[in-house]
């Protein structure tokens, strides 16, 4: 055999060896459940639904500083893993039937946490994050032309300042505790005040927020 023809083959043997041509590594492959960093995990699983930063778009803002105040990381962890029954909120952990290991629920919880500002509500009488008892539909029909008919309209169907909160498809698809979470820390991205701010100097009291989320329960349709 001539040399010439040996060197050509062996100068490509050499640079192909046994994996391919010679190049820059491939970039290791990090396994879905082995993902902790927060920012990767809250854009994959939550910003969809929370806004980007937790600033709030279909859901409500997880970020909001009244919102962190009256949930705890408890509240945040067990909402996360178990979603929410009966609404859009699914449950993220596997065994839950979701996709995060208990370590990426913890990553996604102290990362919510972090975005909290203690002193923002020092002053505050914070409401409960859960009704220590149930409302009154009837005194709720009240308080909500007081503090709520202002934006939503009398019946709560729609105003200038409001969308509708009576409607049944959007009843059907959120919870008392939810429902009870918006009328105490409104939704500032799009404008809607805390439950101080609806009449000015004048918040609302605990007995009015559980009253107003029974008379918005009681507007859903049965079987929803």
Known sequence: MKLWTVFPLAAVLGLTGCNGPLGPADPEVVRPEAVLDFGTLYKDNCSGCHGADGRGGAANALSDPVYLAIAD????????????????????????????????????????RGWAR??????????????????????????????CSSCHGPDGRGGKKGSSITNGSY??????????????????????????????????????IAD????LA???RPGS
């Open 73 to 112: 990381d408890s509240v945040i962890r067990n909402v996360t893993s178990r979603g929410v029954r009966g609404t859009q909120m699914p449950p993220f952990a596997q065994n839950m039937g979701g996709m995060l290991t208990d370590k990426q629920v913890d990553a996604l919880v102290r990362g919510i």
């Open 118 to 147: 203690p002193d923002a509500q020092r002053d505050a009488s914070l409401p409960a994050y859960s009704a220590p008892e149930p409302g009154d539909p009837k005194r709720g029909a009240e308080a909500y032309i007081t503090f």
């Open 171 to 208: 009843l059907a698809l959120v919870s008392d505790q939810y429902l009870r979470t918006i009328v105490i820390a409104g939704r500032p991205e799009l404008g809607a005040p805390d439950w101080r701010g609806n009449v000015q100097g004048r918040p609302m009291s605990a007995q009015e």
């Open 212 to 215: 107003v989320v029974a008379w």
């Open 218 to 220: 009681s507007n859903r």
